[in-house]
């Protein structure tokens, strides 16, 4: 596609629930990045792809997170047993062999935990 | 590791009046510097970059930035401030030839006075 796409633009979930979060890259981006914004937090990495590999999941807070690539495109972020800790916008971007200077970023899932 | 210092998490400016935006950043390697900038309920643009060469880089929207390596410095200028500024700005750095994720600053509001 044109742009990094998202899904769901918006999500609330009861606290304790699992949660999927999409991000579909640009077409041919081999990169494929997840970001967490928090109030006041400001971004924080969460995990890497190249491919379908992540050689860098340092930033997933804690095990309930995970993240998954598939076909070197489409990516899911699962969040297991949600906390109200865990609200926020979750932005996934892609990038070509060009690396940071060539990111694009979705628009967010915003995600509230009640 | 990287890190990145934002002074001021609110600046306003009187329409008109010059922009200034502080970034000072942490890193054991040349970076690569970044800004972003945020709209309400969007993603992240880029507003320009530095890689390497010129240290004054002119980015979108009239916007300007000038890598100081004796100061650690990245600060984001605009001559005269435009009502289309006030959004969220983040300055993010990256290590180039790693897996070149962002590190971010955790952004400032910047607010236009009619």
Not at chain 1, 17 to 39: F, N
Not at chain 1, 70 to 75: A, E, F, I, K, R
Not at chain 2, 73 to 98: I, Q, R, W
Request: glycine fraction near 10%; charge should be neutral.
């Amino acid at each position: 596609g044109a742009g990094v796409s998202q899904s769901p633009s918006n999500k609330v979930t009861e606290k304790g629930k699992d949660v999927e979060l999409r991000c579909d890259p640009i077409s041919g981006h081999t990169a494929l990045y997840w970001y967490r914004q928090s109030l006041g937090q400001g971004l924080e990495f969460l995990i890497y792809f190249q491919g379908n590999s992540a050689p860098d999941k340092s930033g997933l807070p804690s095990d309930r997170f995970s993240a998954e690539r598939t076909g070197g495109s489409v990516s899911t972020l699962t969040i297991q047993r949600t906390q109200q800790e865990d609200s926020a916008v979750y932005l996934c971007a892609s990038s070509s062999s060009q690396g940071a200077t060539g990111y694009t970023f979705g628009s967010g899932t915003r995600l509230t935990v009640v | 590791a990287q890190s990145v210092t934002q002074l001021g998490s609110h600046v306003s400016v009187s329409e008109g009046a010059l922009v200034l935006l502080r970034c000072n950043y942490s890193s054991s390697v040349p970076p690569y510097l970044f800004w972003y900038v945020q709209y309400p309920n969007q993603g992240l643009q880029l507003l320009l970059k530095y890689t390497t060469g010129a240290t004054l880089v002119k980015g979108i929207n009239g916007f300007e930035a000038e890598f100081k390596k004796s100061e650690t410095s990245f600060h984001l200028t605009k001559p005269s401030a435009h009502m289309s500024d006030a959004a969220e700005y983040f300055c993010a750095v990256s290590d180039p030839g790693g897996n070149e994720k962002l590190t971010f600053g955790t952004g400032t509001r910047l607010t236009i006075i009619p």
